[in-house]
């Protein structure tokens, strides 16, 4: 069995002082450490917005601090995100895919970010990456924004602009489910038989489904999915305690 730890949403700056909704993003993604090694996980991906400034600093101090969390580790970027500074200072221990092998599955990331606009942008090129699941292994895909509403309109309004273009290339019987995050709040849902999932920010949430971001008290979070071979799978969420 595969573990895979999603953390999404960090938005570290390059001032690790620097505040985030009002919480210390440096702080917060630390006090989620304990959690995260108490699962073991084989392997992690970070699902965008892992910078809030885009800032050199901020990527090499999120992949000092990760860099023990798993020994596989990977990434997509998000909308606060630049992918080639990310590339660059992430470094070669973190992969970006767009294909990952692990435990048996196919993982493919899709780039649905684009620095100049906060919602979620697809064509082509950004989804070829699908055509090169084999289809002869269970599969997951990752991506940043919502690939359906999650029923928050402060931050559906900042979804995918095309999702159509998405779910015509998607099928239940190749991908058993999509993460994403972008959306800072815990969502479950389903579409063509694909469960969609989000992973909740390490930094700042806000309770579901809400008209405008309502502060969530249980502080941050990470999604866990649990990969067997035989394409059985499981997922849930950890919190800071
Ligand atoms: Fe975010
Ligand atoms: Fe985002």
């Known amino acids: 069995m595969f573990t895979l730890l999603q953390l999404s949403d960090c938005h570290l700056s390059a001032d690790p002082e620097a ?13 989620l450490l304990p959690a995260c090694r108490a699962l073991s996980p084989d392997g992690l991906i970070l699902s965008g917005d892992v910078s809030e400034d885009a800032s050199p600093e901020s990527y090499r101090r999120i992949a000092d601090l990760l860099r023990d969390l798993a020994p596989n580790r990977a990434w997509l970027p998000g909308n606060h995100d630049e992918r080639d500074v990310m590339a660059e200072h992430l470094g070669t221990d973190y992969d970006a895919g767009p294909l990952l092998k692990w435990g048996g599955w196919e993982i493919v990331l899709l780039d649905s970010a684009r620095p100049d606009d906060p919602r979620g942008h697809l064509d082509q ?55 994403f995050g972008h959306v800072h709040q815990a969502f479950v849902g389903q579409h063509q038989g694909i469960t969609c999932l989000s992973a909740p920010s390490t930094v700042a949430n806000s309770q579901a489904e809400t008209e405008r971001f309502t502060p969530d008290p249980t502080g941050p979070k990470a999604r866990w999915y649990r990969l067997r071979v035989d394409g059985a799978w499981s997922t849930g969420l950890i919190s800071a305690g």
């Not at 985030?20 to 006090?31: M, Q, S, T, V």
């Not at 599969?139 to 979804?159: E, N, R």
Request: charged share 20%.
């Open 125 to 179: 090129d950004r989804l070829a990456p699908l055509a090169s699941l084999s289809g002869q292994a269970p599969a997951l895909a990752f991506i940043h924004h919502q690939p359906i509403p999650v029923h928050a309109p402060w931050i559906d309004k900042y979804g995918m602009i095309e999702p159509d273009l998405l779910w015509q290339r998607l099928d239940a019987h190749t991908i058993k489910a999509i993460g």
């Open 19 to 31: 505040r985030y909704r009002g919480e210390n993003p440096d702080a917060n993604l630390k006090r």
